[in-house]
């Protein structure tokens, strides 16, 4: 018979501390990578926003007022307005161009919304005149 003390391999105890490290390691990195992709879909939205808001500014400088809607209104239904809006220039992976929303009570301050839905549920930015980027 052979002596056990010979065998070469992995004790049992080895493997469960193995698995344990790994274990441990996955439940930290795991909902990192989550926040790291719910940040990176938000920053379509960002991007999206950014562009409406360059638009809206232009319509300011050439009528000295924000069009006013007191209600949030599709952004896509700003371009009857006047404003300079392509709603393919909004389409995204996780944001389509109906996502997006806007409202100016007064014509001075306004707010655009981006919603997300589907695999950008849950992910909800939006801007003012100021460029203040928030979560609502």
Known sequence: MKNARNQKGFTLVELMITVVIVGVLASV???????NVKRAKGSEA???LGTIRTALRVYY???????KEKNYKAVTALKLRGIDIDP????GKYFPSSAY???SKDGKKYTIQATGAGASKG???QIDETG???DF
């Open 29 to 35: 990195a795991i909902p990192l990578y989550q926040a």
């Open 46 to 48: 960002e991007a999206a």
């Open 61 to 67: 400088a050439e009528n000295a007022t924000y069009p």
């Open 88 to 91: 393919e220039d909004l389409v």
């Open 101 to 103: 929303k806007y409202k």
């Open 123 to 125: 992910i909800n930015r």
């Open 132 to 134: 203040n980027l928030s």
